[in-house]
């Protein structure tokens, strides 16, 4: 156990932190229910990492073999043949390897072009709910924005009234936007400083068509108010325009901020200045494969109108913090290979065989876990479901197995920089001087000597 925390203690720290600092950059959200959330996460994950550093190690050590029972493959190391074999192919052609998996990525990064959000919360839900027959029978007869109906209120500028003679030009220029279905004659407050016109859109009141007529050419009308007097919008479309604006702040301001701070972490774990930088880019290129692939199936084959507003948040929590978390796990191995004197290529193959695996089967327990909401009704689930098992998925199988050993293979030994890792050695290490043990075999007496290559280690540092 004191060997084990000694080598995946520091990568298990530094994943957790990573995944701290980007929940931690929630609180720079224009929204307090992810500026509340961030922090929340960031403990629940502080204590985990706490109690998977003390408890756990803890209680396996009072526990000893018994945790293992009945199984006795405890007694021999795994020969993982497959990622054993991936491994070399990666090693003899890490280009190949590199090219193809990072192709793969970019050409789904390229459909996240099409993304377009939707705040329609109730597509996809069976149509057999009242709700939804409701609206069916609705349309049949009135505007489509008729069950969300958009209020403009002309508020005085002061204590006196509104002028009367001013209230039905106001209205007929409401009523003259493109997008506007109906527009009510308008209701006065008691003082008369306040008249409330309720705007019926041709559109639903979520969609994408009723959200732009509010943005432009229905604010545009509202800004040319009677003198004396100002226009506000208010209403559920009105509240989905500042939602979106929010959205477009968060991500011009919390992806950016926690991307650096990732960056400080992985430069200080690895201490490279190289390496941090394209195991970023490998992460953000991950992000925008998996928004793409949900728009080619969401958007484009299914039909939907768009995706939900909240999925490239719901991404930036578990794709991005946990695609950060297989690479750290990965280069953490490579690093551990190519300072035991490694090359770059056998360092990524020994990596891809040891840390494979443990990466293979958390990303394969997580993204089945998500994946279960597919299957859960509506395309909000749907959508989420998809999303992150295929980004888990993906930063798992794709990034962290092929393209994040492939690219440290290629780069070298630069990847390092400026730190420095010992080159293969010339002359290979003496044996160690051998004991005779209780059970009659010889051991030596250092089971790990500071010269032993990887390969002659018992065990990798992340689970095999």
């Known amino acids: 156990m004191t060997g084990a925390i000694g080598r995946v203690g520091p990568a298990i720290a530094t994943a957790a932190d990573a995944v701290i600092i980007a929940f931690m950059a929630l609180t720079l959200s224009s929204l307090s229910l992810f500026r509340s959330l961030g922090p929340a996460l960031a403990v629940a994950v502080a204590v985990t990492l706490a109690a998977g550093l003390t408890l756990i190690p803890a209680v396996v050590s009072l526990l000893g073999t018994r945790v293992f029972w009945p199984s006795k493959a405890w007694k021999t190391e795994p020969s993982g043949a497959r990622f054993a074999a991936a491994g070399r192919a990666l090693g003899r052609h890490p280009g190949r390897f590199a090219a193809a998996s990072g192709g793969l990525l970019v050409i789904l990064a390229i459909a996240a072009l099409g993304f377009r959000p939707t705040f329609d919360l109730s597509s996809g839900s069976t149509a057999t709910t009242q709700s939804a027959v409701y609206g069916n029978v609705l349309l049949k007869g009135f505007p489509a924005g008729t069950t969300q109906p958009t209020d403009v209120y002309l508020q005085s500028d002061g204590s006196a009234p509104l002028p009367a003679a001013a209230l039905a030009p106001f209205r007929d220029r409401l009523a003259a936007v493109p997008g506007v279905a109906q527009v009510a004659a308008p209701r006065l407050a008691a003082g008369g400083t306040v008249a409330d016109y309720r705007v019926i859109l041709a559109a639903p009141g979520q969609s994408n068509a009723a959200m732009a007529v509010v943005r432009g050419p229905l604010q545009h009308a509202a800004d040319t108010a009677p003198p004396g007097s100002h226009a506000l919008i208010g209403g559920i479309t009105s509240v989905f325009v500042d ?37 970023m880019g490998a992460v ?47 280069v953490s191995r490579l690093r551990e290979e190519a300072a035991g004197g490694r090359t770059p290529r056998d360092a990524a193959a020994m990596a891809v065989r040891h840390a494979g695996p443990t990466i293979a089967a958390a990303g394969l327990i997580l993204a089945g876990s998500f994946g279960s909401l597919i299957l859960a009704g509506g395309s909000t689930l749907s959508q989420m479901g998809f999303a992150i098992s295929f980004g888990i998925a993906g930063a798992a199988f794709i990034m962290a197995i092929f393209l994040t050993p492939a690219l440290t293979a290629l780069i070298g030994r630069r990847a390092w920089w400026p730190g420095t890792t010992p080159g293969p050695s010339p002359h290979p290490a003496p044996p160690a001087p051998a004991r005779q043990a209780a059970d009659g075999h010889s051991r030596p007496v250092n089971s790990r000597p500071v010269n032993d290559p990887p390969a002659a280690r018992h065990a990798g540092p992340h689970g095999t």
């Open 243 to 279: 939602l979106q604006h929010a959205m477009n702040h968060d991500y011009a301001i919390v992806f950016p901020v926690a991307a650096v701070l990732i960056l400080l972490i992985l430069a200080l774990l690895l201490r490279s200045a190289v390496a941090p930088w394209y195991l």
């Open 284 to 330: 953000g290129l991950g992000f925008a494969a998996t928004l793409g692939a949900t728009v080619l199936i969401f958007q484009h084959l299914q039909g939907d109108s768009g995706l939900i507003f909240i999925l490239p948040i719901v991404m930036y929590l578990f794709v991005v913090a946990l695609g950060t978390d297989y690479n750290i796990l990965m």
